[in-house]
């Protein structure tokens, strides 16, 4: 028999949502991505659930630019430090975060409680990728469902 208040199986997707940059002079930078899909979570498994995700970040123009690309708070728990996922149709929960290191020791924010990511020499001719790596704490006691949240990355233009 299942328990309902217990989730053996949890479908979660963490949602990013893309702001471009204000525009330096005549040129524009933007962020692609899709969605990070961290699979099913059961809340017995000891371990915490890692997922990963590549943005792909570009300019307009053909001149160099140095950018800071920011991921900004859940729109769940408005914060960065703590992000959570809300259960489809529900109250429910799930903490989670993002970070820029495999290792889930820096925390990928915009600057007021986590740092952004400094990224360097991007031009029409040579975009470049970055790794967003997300990760979900083990032991959360939530029910059944799909969970998700929408974060807004955005590029700012600092050369």
Excluded: K
Aim: proline content about 5%; aromatic content about 6%; overall charge negative.
């Amino acid at each position: 028999m299942e328990n309902s208040s217990v989730s053996p199986f949890a479908r979660l997707g963490a949602i990013l949502l893309l702001c471009g940059a204000a525009p330096l002079a005549a040129a524009g930078c933007s962020v692609s991505a899709g969605s990070m899909d961290f699979g099913g979570y059961d809340v017995f498994d000891p371990q915490p659930r890692n997922s990963m995700l590549a943005l792909t970040v570009s300019c307009q123009d053909a001149a160099t630019r140095d950018l800071l690309v920011s991921i900004g708070p859940s729109a769940n728990s408005g914060g960065i430090v703590v992000r959570q996922m809300r259960r489809t149709g529900g109250a429910d929960r799930l903490a989670y975060n993002l970070f820029s290191d495999p290792s889930h020791s820096s925390v990928w924010g915009d600057g007021t409680s986590a740092h952004p990511v400094h990224l360097q020499g991007v031009t029409r001719n040579s975009p470049q990728q970055l790794v967003v790596y997300g990760q979900i704490a083990a032991g959360q006691d939530v029910g059944i469902g799909t969970y998700s949240d929408a974060i807004t990355v955005t590029v700012d233009i600092i050369r």
